[in-house]
């Protein structure tokens, strides 16, 4: 055997772990495949495309529903929100063929139900869960992307309105619906409200709260439960969360304006009457220290919101789908700069209240500091008597520097009743409690708050703010104790 020539039994053995093509290998170049033609589409006509469906006004429900749902969570979602966006651009552009081509205003509410909120279907499960928590923050995040990205506030609050909104005469038969998730506590509208609410305050977007401004405008008596759960998650259960709140005037003055006629309505100081209507949620009358912390601030860093009352009627006249019937239980509330006023007006009488304990240090801390007022927030005073003392002199400075601005809405003749009537009532209240206790200065405390009652309507009338008779101003202030400055403004009234 020449010593060249390969040994077959060491040919085997190495050709006895090939495959079997392996060995049997074809020409080189036959196994290259084809350059394919760009032009040429004969290769990819066979293959399965993704179908477009367009979602229009002859599509039947039970279609439009198997369609969005198939698109999964939170496509579907999205797909809705898209819907709407386009409803409401060809509605406030005038575009009646685009608007005629989308679904009608029963079907979009009726998929916003489904498909956005995920509410349950039908009385009996309406208190399961329908949305996982994972599913909830994409929700929000959808929210949020189809709401603050809109150039117009007009066009935000239109979509808003279909997500939030509710029809006083129950069209969509979802009036109970509200009725039972006003404590935010189960599943609905409500809750995905507050939870938008809470990010959007958290995230500072301006749009997103002033919408929700208008919705608390629309809605007084749940507004009353969505401004506690506000403040007591950013300012009770995590007090170091409290900055966002203190630079909302800010970011949306609307709500700011709103919160502050919320709050002033459900701390009253002195409640009398008001106490034993159905609607308005069990609280102290006395505001919290930190609220009033949070209120001062406000009024010193941006005191236009004091006067945004016609800018939120404004966006009121919309191509809303529920029409804005309010139907409420609770009484009409003040102007925030009234409800403030009674603030300033009746707190001297709250050092000689015994129900009211100013030395509970825990509420009078500012959020995320310590006792000396040094912390995340602004440092600010920690003493009730001194922040309603500071609280009533920038409010007259507004009223000086903002009077065209406050028109006559702002403080009616109305409201000057109220506020006597809180007066005496309190100061009755006082004289009882004292009758069991050692008795206190009262007339003292009295006479401070007829004085700054005084100092008001003089500030006030001179800049036109209050409009008032000089006859009907001295029967309002009859049943007040004597008091000097007072008198003399009653007096120089008449001879105008």
Known sequence: QPPFAPNMWQQQQRNRGRSSWQGHRPPRGRHIKPVRNPT????????????TTELNAKTPLSELQHKIKSLGFPQSCNCVLG?????????????????????NRETLLFLVKTFVLCLPQGKKYRDEASLSPLQELQLLEEL?????????????????????????????????????????????????????????????RGTIISCVAVWMKNHPREALHLALALYEDFCVMLPNAGD?????AT?????AYQLTQVFTTLYPIYRGRDASLPGIPTTEPHP????????????????????QQQAI??????????????????????????????????????????????????????NGSDQSGQGLNPPMDTSFDRLMAGLHVKLLSIVLSHAKALTNWAFTTGDLCIIVSAVVGYGRQVANDQQQQQPGDLPVK??????????????????????????????????????RLLSLFIERHKQI
């Open 83 to 103: 819907l709407l966006d386009k409803h409401f651009k060809a509605t406030i552009a005038g575009d009646i063929a685009t608007k005629n081509s989308l679904p």
């Open 251 to 255: 970011v949306s003055p609307h709500i």
């Open 446 to 483: 009295m006479d401070e708050c007829v004085e700054r009652l005084a100092q008001f309507l003089q500030i006030a009338h001179a800049t036109g703010v209050v409009t008032v008779k000089a006859e009907e101003l001295s029967q309002i202030t009859s049943s007040l104790p004597p008091n």
């Open 288 to 307: 919290p220290i930190k609220l009033v912390q949070l209120i001062s601030h406000w009024v010193e860093t941006s005191p236009e919101y004091l006067h």
């Open 144 to 204: 949020r992307g189809a709401l603050g990205e809109k150039e117009s506030i007009e066009h935000c609050y239109c979509i808003f309105d279909a997500l939030f909104g509710r029809s006083g005469s129950n069209v969509d038969g979802d009036e109970d619906e509200f009725q039972s998730d006003e404590l935010l506590g189960s599943g609905g509208r409500h809750k995905i409200l507050y939870k938008l609410l809470s990010l959007s305050v958290s995230l500072e």
């Open 313 to 366: 009627e404004g966006l009121s006249n919309l191509p809303l789908m529920y029409p804005q019937t309010v139907q409420s239980s609770i009484p009409s509330s003040k102007s925030p700069l009234a409800g403030l006023v009674q603030w300033c007006v009746v707190a001297p009488l709250t050092s000689l209240n015994n129900a009211y304990h100013q030395t509970d240090v825990s509420d009078r801390v500012p």
């Open 40 to 51: 040429d589409t004969s290769s990819t006509s066979q293959q399965p495309q993704p179908q």
């Open 244 to 248: 966002p709140l203190f630079r909302l």
